[in-house]
C-alpha cells in the first residue's frame, strides 16, 4: 500500500503516519489530535486496500477537500488538502527523489494512443474539470502561447515542462516547486493517480493506466512444462462402464428375480 501521512499544517502535531486500519481524530482545546477509534471523533480516516475514505461524523458541518465541502464521505488521494474548523491538514504521499532524473529520449511507438492513456486533468482552480491531453510535451506557464496557461500568484511565465515517457510523465524544468502528492518537487516522474499542484491553487491529477512492469520479462512459451500423458485411469469411461455395470444388474433382476 502507499506510505501516506497526514500533516497538521499549524505545527500543532507531528505527522501522523496513516497505517493499514481506521485513523481518527478529535476535537481537543482548539485543536485536532488523534484519538482512539472507540473514542468520540469528529473525523475518521480508513486506510486499506481501496484505498483511503474519510467519515465526518453525523452533525458536523464546514469540513472541505480542495475546497469542496464534504457532509459524510470523501476518498481521499495523495496531495489532497482538508479544511476542518479554521484547521488545515495536508495528505502527504511517499517522497519523490528530488535528484536529477535521467532523461529518456525515446518517444512511445504510438502517440495516439498515449494520448488516449494519458491526460491531465483539472480538479481546483480556473481549469477545474477540464483535461488536457499528454501525447506530446507541454509547456505550463503564464506566457503566451504555452499550452497551459495558469494564472496567480507563484505562477511563472514558464513554469514547467510535462513529457510523456511511454505510460509515464516527466516533470521537468520547474521555475519553482511543485507539490506532487503534498510534497514540494522540482522534478518527477509521475504516474497514474499523482496529483500535481502549481501555485498553491491550480489543482490536477494526471489519468491513466498504472505503469508496466518491464523489469521481469515473462517466460518464453518453450519455458512452459510439457504437460505428462494422462493416466490409464484417467482414459477409462468409468462413467459409461458405470451404466453398463447397473443395466447387467437390472437385466439379472429381470430375469432371474421372477423365478
Known amino acids: 500500500m502507499t506510505a501516506l501521512r497526514l500533516r497538521f499544517c499549524d505545527d500543532s502535531h507531528p505527522d501522523l503516519p496513516l497505517e493499514t486500519g481506521v485513523h481518527a481524530l478529535a476535537r481537543q482545546g482548539d485543536g485536532l489530535v488523534p484519538v482512539a477509534s472507540d ?3 469528529l473525523l475518521q480516516l480508513c486506510h486499506d486496500r481501496r484505498g483511503l475514505w474519510m467519515t465526518v461524523a453525523p452533525g458536523v458541518r464546514g469540513v472541505h477537500v480542495n475546497g469542496r465541502p464534504v457532509q459524510q464521505l470523501a476518498m481521499l488521494r ?3 488538502c482538508i479544511h476542518v474548523e479554521g484547521r488545515e491538514l495536508l495528505l502527504i504521499g511517499a ?3 528530488a535528484a536529477p532524473l535521467p532523461r529518456v529520449a525515446a518517444a512511445p511507438a504510438d502517440p495516439c494512443a498515449t ?3 494519458l491526460a491531465l486533468r483539472g480538479i481546483g482552480g480556473d481549469h477545474h474539470g477540464r483535461s488536457l491531453s499528454l501525447e506530446r510535451p507541454r509547456r505550463v506557464g503564464s506566457a503566451a502561447g504555452v499550452d497551459l496557461h495558469l494564472e496567480g500568484h507563484g505562477i511563472a511565465p514558464e513554469q514547467a515542462v510535462l513529457e510523456p515517457v511511454e505510460d509515464q510523465v516527466l516533470l521537468h524544468r ?3 516547486e511543485v507539490m506532487v502528492n503534498g510534497t514540494p518537487v522540482r ?4 504516474q497514474a493517480g499523482d496529483q500535481i499542484v502549481f501555485g498553491g491553487r491550480h489543482r490536477f491529477v494526471l489519468e491513466g493506466p498504472p505503469p508496466t512492469n518491464r523489469s521481469t520479462p515473462s517466460p518464453p512459451p518453450s519455458a512452459s512444462p510439457t504437460p505428462a500423458p494422462p493416466h490409464w485411469t484417467q482414459r477409462v469411461p468409468w462413467l459409461l462402464v458405470a451404466a ?3 443395466a447387467a444388474a437390472l437385466w439379472a433382476l429381470l430375469v432371474f428375480g421372477a423365478r
Open 115 to 117: 494520448a488516449l492513456r
Open 244 to 246: 453398463l455395470l447397473l
Open 39 to 41: 473514542e468520540p471523533w
Open 95 to 97: 517522497r519523490r527523489d
Open 174 to 176: 520547474t521555475a519553482s
Open 187 to 190: 522534478q518527477a516522474l509521475l
Open 78 to 80: 495523495p496531495g489532497d
